[in-house]
C-alpha cells in the first residue's frame, strides 16, 4: 500500500544530544513537510521540500535540519540547539505545484521525549 | 502570513447531535480550505476541502460552509456517532504561489458521548 512512514515512533533523548526522525514515502510525491504539533497549538511547518535537493525553512526551523537527497526519503534532525524539542512531529508529503490537489498525506508521527 | 483561528478548542456532543466548529482567517487572499481530522496516535486524515469559489459543500454527515466576506468557514457534522470523537484542524492556503504552506488552526477536540 502506498503511504508514509515515519519512524522511530516513540524516541527518548538526553539534552545535548541530537536525534534523527525518519521519513519515508512510496506515493511518488515531490513535495514534502515536517510540521510540530504541540497542546493547543495546531501544526507548525517546520521545513518542507518541493523537489530533491531543495528545502526552505517554515516557520519554527530554530533547532531543526532537513535533508532531501531522494524524492522518498525526508528525514529531519532534532539538533541540541532546539530549546523545546520534547514534542509529536508528524512528516506529509504533497504532489507538486501544478498537480496538487492541496491534500497532504500525513504520516503517524513520532513522539520525541527528552528527558 | 496567514492567521487561522479555531474555535472551540473542545467540543463535547451526544450521540445523534450534530457539531460545529468554526474558523476565521486574515488573508482575503486564501482560497483553499481543508479539514482534517486526528484520531488517537494517528496522523491527520483529509476529510473535505471547500475553494473560494464555493459557498457549501457536503459529503454525507459532514459539510462544509464558506464565508468570504466574513473570512469565516465552519464544518459541520450531522447525526454525531463515536467514531467522530477525534480532533478536528481546519487549515487555509493561497494557492497558486510557489509552495502550498497550509496555515492551521489550533484544532478542536471532539467527544461524542453514547
Known amino acids: 500500500d502506498g503511504g508514509i512512514t515515519q519512524s522511530p515512533k516513540y524516541l527518548f533523548r538526553k539534552e545535548g544530544q541530537n536525534v534523527t526522525l525518519s521519513c519515508e514515502q512510496n506515493?511518488?510525491?515531490?513535495?514534502m513537510y515536517w510540521y510540530r504539533q504541540d497542546p493547543g497549538q495546531g501544526l507548525r511547518l517546520i521545513y518542507y521540500?518541493?523537489?530533491?535537493?531543495?528545502?526552505q525553512k517554515g516557520d519554527i526551523a530554530e533547532g531543526y535540519s532537513v535533508s532531501r537527497e531522494k524524492k522518498e526519503s525526508f528525514p529531519l534532525t532534532v539538533t541540541s540547539a532546539q530549546k523545546n524539542p520534547t514534542a509529536f512531529y508528524l512528516c506529509a508529503s504533497s504532489r507538486r505545484q501544478g498537480q496538487n490537489t492541496g491534500e497532504l498525506f500525513f504520516g503517524e508521527g513520532s513522539r520525541l521525549t527528552v528527558l | 502570513g496567514e492567521n487561522v483561528e479555531q474555535h472551540p478548542s473542545t467540543l463535547s456532543v451526544q450521540e445523534g447531535d450534530s457539531a460545529v466548529i468554526k474558523c476565521t482567517y486574515s488573508?482575503?487572499?486564501?482560497?483553499?480550505f481543508p479539514w482534517y481530522k486526528q484520531e488517537l496516535g494517528k496522523g491527520p486524515q483529509l476529510i473535505i476541502d471547500?475553494?473560494?469559489?464555493?459557498g457549501e459543500k457536503k459529503d454525507q454527515r459532514i459539510a462544509v460552509t464558506l464565508n468570504k466576506t466574513a473570512k469565516h468557514f465552519s464544518l459541520h457534522i450531522t447525526e454525531t456517532q463515536p467514531e467522530d470523537s477525534a480532533v478536528y484542524f481546519c487549515?487555509?492556503?493561497?494557492?497558486?504561489?510557489?509552495?502550498?504552506?497550509?496555515?492551521f488552526g489550533a484544532g478542536t477536540t471532539v467527544t461524542v458521548r453514547a
Open positions: 506515493l511518488n510525491h515531490d513535495a
Open positions: 487549515a487555509a492556503v493561497k494557492g497558486g504561489v510557489s509552495d502550498y504552506k497550509l496555515s
Open positions: 521540500s518541493q523537489i530533491v535537493n531543495d528545502f
Open positions: 471547500i475553494r473560494s469559489n464555493v
Open positions: 488573508d482575503s487572499a486564501s482560497n483553499y
